[in-house]
């Protein structure tokens, strides 16, 4: 009976054994994930900054700025001002710009082709917005608000 409890307790302490080393092999398995979904998540921002660039690029009216109906142009404004006062809370920010580009939208009467060239900056301007809300990390973030950022430039380029 003695040498039944002793083989017992052996194979105990080795199956323990074995599953702490288990444990720790998955461990091992989990941050190699982490690790390659980072640089997945680094590689598709990066590919999504690209497919912005290569957007259908919005044009001038006959060389002039297209007009943007007044009742919109608040919501552009307040956007930029939320932008320039950023102070690294990028969740929050993702969350009152979709405020005001939801405003923006709500309030637009535009028509025709200036209403189509406000659509080529307006689609990828969101898409931005909506994917900083989606982040995860600080340092991906400052620089998507910095694309933000450049995206009102293009605005100002284009419309008036």
């Known amino acids: 009976?003695?040498?039944?409890?002793?083989?017992?307790?052996?194979?105990?302490?080795?199956?323990?054994?074995?599953s702490c080393k288990q444990e720790s092999a998955d461990q091992d398995h989990d941050m190699?994930?982490?690790?390659?979904?980072?640089?997945?998540?680094?590689?598709d921002e990066h590919e999504m900054m690209d497919d912005y660039h290569e957007a259908e690029?919005?044009?001038?009216n006959n060389g002039e700025r297209w007009v943007v109906n007044e009742e919109m142009k608040p919501f552009v404004a307040e956007g930029e001002k939320l932008v320039a006062e950023y102070s690294g809370d990028y969740k929050k920010l993702a969350e009152e710009l979709t405020v005001q580009n939801n405003q923006l939208i709500k309030s637009c009467t535009m028509e025709g082709t200036s209403h189509?060239?406000?659509?080529?900056?307006?689609?990828p301007h969101l898409e931005m917005v909506k994917e900083l809300g989606d982040m995860d990390n600080q340092e991906v973030a400052d620089k998507q608000v910095n694309e933000?950022?450049?995206?009102?430039?293009?605005?100002?380029e284009y419309f008036q």
């Open 1 to 18: 009976m003695k040498k039944i409890k002793l083989m017992a307790l052996s194979l105990s302490v080795a199956f323990s054994f074995m």
């Open 32 to 43: 190699h994930d982490a690790t390659e979904e980072m640089h997945e998540m680094a590689a």
């Open 57 to 60: 690029q919005v044009s001038l």
């Open 116 to 123: 189509d060239e406000l659509h080529k900056w307006l689609h």
């Open 148 to 156: 933000i950022k450049k995206s009102y430039q293009v605005y100002h």
